[in-house]
């Protein structure tokens, strides 16, 4: 089965779940219109379904074979993409100044999960083109600007984000990539990376590269990294393209997925130096390159939720399909489909109720950091940054981590034939395992969420989240609807639990930080699970109010979600708050006891 773009689910969790019609009806977005956003999502969603989906299992068999010092890439894959540019979808949220349409980043990722449910491999590339558009507008200098951002912008040019050396992955700091001062005012750059998604290609005639090297006289670590622009070909004064760079790409490596996406070695420098633009200030590439990592984060949460969506459609088609077994019911029929028997069920539902739980945080983020962008009120957007800043890991995290747990439960629906390859469901799980992995593993983000996030304001901006959630509940608790079962008391308990694990550890990080991060990764999953459902309780509650006939659908997901999933973060309070001993001073096998 191929993927059929949800385009009324993402339009609901959009408007109603995220906040975007508060948004819109306050006029954040000027003039755009809940047509207009209505609009956008249909054409993105047909786009999506009938022009890259079909894409996907080609792209996943051909890869992108490296020979000669070129990459090629899948049949019909470079139209595909010169069609969806053409189109306008890179520029969507891109300034209008620079040719870009200027529509809301919300909007943007609805369209990102869309393009990486159609195809992950496809997907991925012009979320970092995205990344250095942002990065380039916000730090580069009007002549970069001018020279690099149309184009960027229009999609004639792709990007790419360039950090990863052989003994510098996580640990940025150690990356030896040198830039050398020119006379003319321009920057030498030596070295390797590796691991670069998109790093060459002849899906567009050029490609430009963000860079991050260290100048001869930076101070040690991060400190001490500036960041470049290096085009694969050089612009001549009049714009036209020139002689190729002294970049290129050394080998494509062979993964486990994303198979399409040429992931290369780079290697600067054969012949004197590749060219680089500074953008920004000396030895302040980080600050730059973070803004390019945070709008990436958030995009490959929307991967994680992108490859689950995709898993749970086909997961639900072939267990309607697959006849298996004998109805469980009284009397019942002697071959049913597998759908009918509670474990299937089980397993669908916890997909579906992952997948639209990870949404919801993403889609609020997203809504987070227009308001911080947009919002002429200058307490409203500093309050909107800290919750977009907040909300960031567990957007990438989360999201992430269920995306490879639906992938692997699409596979056991299938029974046998998930574990063969023709049936699409090991693609899913296959593509889904990077996600956790780049743009920052989760652990990393765990640890950012529990040293930095929660501590900003003191604990202030995650008590006044914690505080809305309990809002949700209350106004859950209030309907008396018996539809909505135990919902309200297993998401309070959640909530509970959170809040006293979040208390625990603002404690621990003054007193006992290894204590403190030993419990990050539990208790990134207890917030993904209180904020995960509580917004898809608040979701429920506006599908009642409007009235719009898919109510119950969207109260029985809150209701699986709160008391199937929510319910474990007793266990998770637990795992934060007693087991760090168990963590850091039991031995592992090798080590003294």
């Not at 894409?55 to 139209?79: A, C, I, S, Y």
């Not at 209180?530 to 608040?538: C, D, E, K, T």
Request: charged share 20%.
């Amino acid at each position: 089965m191929s993927y059929r773009a949800p385009v009324a689910d993402i339009a609901f969790a959009l408007t109603h779940g995220a906040g975007m019609g508060e948004a819109l009806a306050s006029g954040l977005y000027g003039e755009l219109s809940s047509e207009d956003v209505g609009a956008v999502l249909t054409e993105a969603g047909r786009f999506a379904s009938d022009v890259i989906a079909p894409l996907n299992r080609v792209g996943d068999e051909f890869g992108t074979p490296f020979k000669d010092g070129r990459v090629t890439m899948p049949p019909g894959w470079t139209q595909a993409y010169r069609d969806w540019a053409a189109a306008g979808w890179n520029g969507l949220a891109s300034p209008s100044a620079w040719g870009g349409q200027g529509l809301p980043r919300a909007l943007n990722a609805a369209c990102i999960e869309m393009w990486n449910s159609a195809s992950m491999a496809f997907g991925i590339g012009p979320v970092l083109t995205m990344a250095g558009i942002d990065a380039l507008a916000l730090h580069g200098n009007e002549a970069l600007k001018q020279a690099y951002l149309p184009k960027l912008i229009s999609g004639e040019w792709m990007g790419t984000m360039q950090l990863t050396e052989p003994q510098a992955g996580s640990d940025v700091g150690a990356l030896r990539a040198r830039a050398e001062r020119a006379a003319d005012g321009t920057y030498r750059i030596f070295g390797q990376k590796i691991f670069i998604t998109y790093g060459d290609h002849e899906m567009t005639d050029n490609i430009i590269h963000f860079v991050l090297a260290r100048l001869p006289d930076a101070p040690p670590g991060t400190k001490g990294i500036s960041l470049f622009l290096v085009p694969k070909f050089m612009l001549e004064e009049d714009g036209k393209l020139g002689k190729r760079n002294d970049v290129r790409a050394h080998s494509v490596e062979h993964k486990m997925g994303i198979h399409a996406s040429p992931t290369c070695t780079m290697v600067y420098g054969d012949e004197g130096g590749a060219v680089g633009y500074l953008i920004g200030k000396e030895h302040a590439g980080m600050a730059c390159m973070f803004t390019m990592m945070n709008e990436a984060r958030l995009a490959v949460g929307l991967q994680g939720v992108a490859i689950a969506e995709r898993a749970m459609q086909q997961a639900l088609h072939y267990a309607r399909d697959r006849k298996q077994g004998r109805s469980d019911a009284p009397n019942g029929p002697t071959s049913v489909a597998i759908i009918e028997h509670a474990d299937v069920r089980r397993m669908i539902f916890t997909m579906r109720a992952l997948t639209q739980g990870a949404r919801a945080i993403c889609y609020a983020t997203a809504i987070a950091l227009d308001r911080s962008h947009l919002d002429k009120e200058k307490v409203a957007a500093k309050t909107a940054q800290e919750r977009a800043a907040l909300l960031t890991p567990v957007a990438k995290a989360f999201s992430t981590d269920i995306g490879i747990e639906v992938a692997s439960l699409g596979v056991q629906v299938h029974g046998g034939m998930g574990f063969i390859e023709e049936t699409g469901a090991a693609q899913h799980y296959r593509d889904a395992r990077i996600a956790a992995i780049y743009e920052g593993t989760n652990g990393i983000q765990s640890i950012d969420l529990v040293t930095r996030k929660i501590t900003l304001n003191g604990g202030a901006t995650v008590k006044a989240f914690i505080a809305e959630l309990r809002d949700i509940t209350a106004r859950v608790q209030a309907t008396n609807d018996p539809s909505f079962g135990v919902t309200a008391l297993r998401l309070t308990e959640a909530i509970d639990s959170l809040e006293r694990a979040t208390d625990w550890l603002l404690a621990r990080l003054t007193s006992d930080t290894r204590a403190a991060l030993a419990g990050a990764t539990p208790y990134l999953r207890m917030f993904g699970h209180a904020a995960g459902g509580a917004m898809l309780a608040n979701e429920a509650l506006a599908a009642i109010r409007l009235a719009n006939g898919n109510s119950a659908d969207r109260i029985a997901t809150a209701r699986f979600f709160a008391e199937n999933l929510a319910v474990q973060n007793a266990g998770l309070e637990k795992t934060v708050t007693d087991a760090a001993d168990s963590v850091m001073s039991s031995p592992l096998p090798g080590e003294a006891a």
